[in-house]
T-cell receptor, first 111, second 113 residues
Framework: RKEVEQDPGPFNVPEGATVAFNCTYS??????FFWYRQDCRKEPKLLMS???SGNEDGRFTAQLNRASQYISLLIRDSKLSDSATYLC????????????FGSGTRLQVQP | DAGITQSPRYKITETGRQVTLMCHQT?????MFWYRQDLGHGLRLIYY???????DKGEVPDGYVVSRSKTENFPLTLESATRSQTSVYFC????????????FGDGTRLSIL
């Protein structure tokens, strides 16, 4: 099993739609998680941190299910500007204190 | 402005040449990281550093060398560039590493002919 797995998409949704992405991880000891946004090969930018069961920031909600080892990102009322690739990020401690990035889920919001 | 800067932004070179990519951060973060990003692979960790003079291998270290003589700088050197090292390279830093979020530079687009 990969350390972090994401559905690559693309998810094509109309403006105003609600869309959700899931991410599964293999290390049950992971304590914190992140969602990053990346636009067209630009640098990844931190979108949300998830340290407990979930986090909400405006139209964005992240939820964590430790028992099933997945985190989700929900985007409500999608905007054209939400079109990007969303990276799920999980810290791994075995051998290195670094983050492992999922390959990303691509979202295309259409007018 | 404080932040993390990479140079050059774009680089074209030939196989066999030595190339050094620079990374500088002004936050005094302890941890710094180098990633490469290729289509179909996502971000892959090359090397990281927990502090000055402490470096460690990541997932894909072969063909790369790093050093960290000062906290703020973390250069990445390709000793003898190969076409397979054509990629986008991102430098990142975090305050402590591990469960801390990372902040990325703009990236260096490297093409090896």
């Amino acid at each position: 099993r990969k350390e972090v797995e994401q559905d690559p998409g693309p998810f094509n949704v109309p403006e105003g739609a609600t869309v959700a992405f899931n991410c599964t991880y293999s290390n049950s000891a992971s304590q914190s998680f992140f969602w990053y946004r990346q636009d067209c090969r630009k640098e990844p930018k931190l979108l949300m941190s998830v340290y407990s069961s979930g986090n909400e920031d405006g139209r964005f909600t992240a939820q964590l299910n430790r028992a099933s080892q997945y985190i989700s990102l929900l985007i409500r009322d999608s905007k054209l500007s939400d079109s990007a690739t969303y990276l799920c990020v999980v810290p791994f401690y075995t051998g290195r204190r670094a983050l492992t990035f999922g390959s990303g889920t691509r979202l295309q919001v259409q007018p | 402005d404080a932040g993390i800067t990479q140079s050059p932004r774009y680089k074209i070179t030939e196989t066999g040449r030595q190339v050094t990519l620079m990374c500088h951060q002004t936050w005094s973060h302890s941890y710094m990281f180098w990633y490469r990003q290729d289509l179909g692979h996502g971000l892959r960790l090359i090397y990281y550093s927990a502090a000055a003079d402490i470096t460690d291998k990541g997932e894909v270290p072969d063909g790369y060398v790093v050093s960290r003589s000062k906290t703020e700088n973390f250069p990445l050197t390709l000793e003898s560039a190969t076409r397979s090292q054509t990629s986008v390279y991102f430098c990142a830093s975090s305050e402590w590493g591990g469960n801390q979020p990372q902040h990325f530079g703009d990236g260096t687009r490297l093409s090896i002919l």
